[in-house]
């Protein structure tokens, strides 16, 4: 194997499949990037067997061949070569990959290419073309409130879905809730789709460098993203997910509106003085016109931060995780924030206040 490649080509390549290869104890060329050039074009694949990626650069080329490279070792040499404006030789040796740039020179041991693992292919699956913009956004507005555990496949997983004019993200840990809708054109088409919480950060960071349009294809147990030389596939989940719709309150007993900067301020706060639980004490008083949120712990202190807010409905004290509140702010744009509270022992559901009221977030109570 022998070519000549761009050389910020090469880096932007080996930049975004890097992170992709593991350590696997007993497939070692899992660490590896793979290379294969024929036709002027070079493929560089990693996989860790739950998502793989393709990305296929022009390169200058009379030799066709293949080479697995550890790609944290190719990786660390290509960050460290400042000029991108540079032709670079690639060359395989005696079972060892040489790269020459201007000023630098690399010999790197490459493994077996055998046990490389074939990147699958989704043939015959359902085809969508999809913004990407609006697949990012969706992701990265509720994939922190999936579970991180495994025992259930399906709540570690985002639920991809259609509903009407809108694309429909949701995730829920069964402590918390996030659903963010969309709207897209009546005619794109999707399946419900399970996207495992796991690879839903590769993902994303992916389909970021794809260009704006995605060509996604659905099969059995597979979906697959594909756009300007980049090809993404990842596994799915095969299982139901709940019915969530079941748990989210019809109404509310009482409702506070504030800014959304002074609640994180407040809440911010109170996370020095919470306890191991990262519980945090919420009285509400329309009355008295109180809103408050208070932490104590027994080996530090405790802290009590009166909030800023309008206030109707029920006099109300209850308990959260502050975890689970803050954690959603990062998918709220407007200023000002709703949180509407039904009972003690109920679910507190929060909402931008705004014209766009497409993300919604549900997290429950703790029991003192």
Known sequence: MKFEINFKKLKDAINLIERITSKHMTLPVLSCVFIEVDDN???????????????SVPVKTNTKGVAAVPGQIL?????????????????????????????????????????????????????????????????????????????????????????????????????????KKIKVPLSLKIDDILLPFKNISDITRIIESMGTNLKAKMGKNLISFDANGIYVVSRII?????????I??????????????????ALKISNIFSDKFNQIHITVDPKAKIFDVQTKNSDIGENKTNIDASITGEKMEINFNYK????????????????????????????????????????MPMNR
């Open 41 to 55: 074009v070079a493929i560089f694949k990693a996989t860790n067997l739950d998502i793989g990626v393709e990305v």
């Open 75 to 179: 990786s660390s040499f290509i960050s460290q070569i400042q000029e991108d404006n540079q032709v670079v030789k690639v060359e395989v040796i005696s079972g060892n990959l040489n790269i020459q740039a201007s000023k630098s020179k690399v010999v790197i041991k490459t493994l077996a290419t055998d046990d490389f693992p074939t990147i699958p292919k989704v043939i015959d699956g359902q085809e969508m073309d999809i913004p990407s913009d609006v697949f990012i956004k969706g992701l990265k507005s509720v994939g922190y409130s999936a579970s991180v555990s495994s025992v259930k496949p399906e709540l570690s997983s985002v639920y991809i879905y259609k509903d009407g004019d809108f694309i429909v993200f949701a995730a829920t840990d069964s402590f918390r809730l996030a659903e």
């Open 238 to 246: 095969d299982g139901t997910f709940p019915d969530y719709k079941q």
């Open 248 to 265: 989210i309150p019809k109404g509310y007993a009482t409702e506070v509106i504030t800014l959304k900067q002074d609640m994180l301020n």
């Open 324 to 363: 689970y509140i803050v954690d959603c702010f990062q998918s709220i744009d407007a200023d000002s924030i709703s949180l509407q509270l039904s009972g003690i022992n109920k679910p507190m559901v929060i909402r931008p206040i705004s014209g766009d009221q497409t993300f919604m977030y549900l997290v």
